[in-house]
């Protein structure tokens, strides 16, 4: 088997590993969603191969990573790429900079949903702190985009 088979799932494995390597506080706290990004990235570009399903076994490979309740990360993800998948073919005429944007919309979902789930589970209090993943991954999204397409189309996924 080559490169070509496995790629996606190499990359969902790379961004699980970036979101959970140890990093500084201080830098910690503007670490971007590597995983939304690159679920997104794909939903956007191949949204036959990855789908919700894939969301859904990614978060639970998440919640398990980070020691979260089962399902917050698995849910939140779930509909944020719900949202993607269901509007992909007006996003992919968008240009790079106004789908950083939208990302960074769902990002805030995404971010907005688990903190809920965990306000419900652990009674944590929202802290503006929580949102500076969402203004790193708008910042992060177009070298992403670029990066993971010209991996897309150097091994011709289609």
């Given amino acids: ?9 190499l990359s969902i ?5 970036l979101q959970i390597m140890p990093m500084p506080a201080i830098v910690d706290l503007y670490r971007p ?12 570009a191949l949204p036959n191969r990855v789908n919700v399903g894939v969301a859904f076994f990614t978060g639970l490979i998440l919640d398990i990573l980070l020691g979260t309740s089962m399902g ?6 779930c509909l944020s790429i719900y949202v993607l998948a269901a509007n992909y073919q007006r996003l992919r005429n968008y240009s790079v900079w106004q789908q950083s944007i939208i990302i960074g919309i769902l990002n805030a979902l995404y971010n907005l949903v688990v903190f809920w789930l965990q306000h419900l589970i652990t009674d944590i209090y929202f802290l503006f702190d929580y949102l500076w993943p969402v203004a790193s991954s708008v910042v992060m999204w177009p070298w992403l985009f670029w990066l993971l397409r010209k991996v897309r189309r150097q091994l011709r996924l289609h």
Avoid: C, G, P
Wanted: aromatic share 16%.
């Fill in 33 to 44: 969603d590597w995983v939304m990004l690159v679920l997104s990235y794909w939903v956007l």
């Fill in 13 to 17: 494995i790379v961004a699980l590993v």
């Fill in 1 to 9: 088997m080559s490169l070509r088979n496995y790629s996606i799932a």
């Fill in 72 to 77: 917050v990360h698995s849910f939140a993800l």
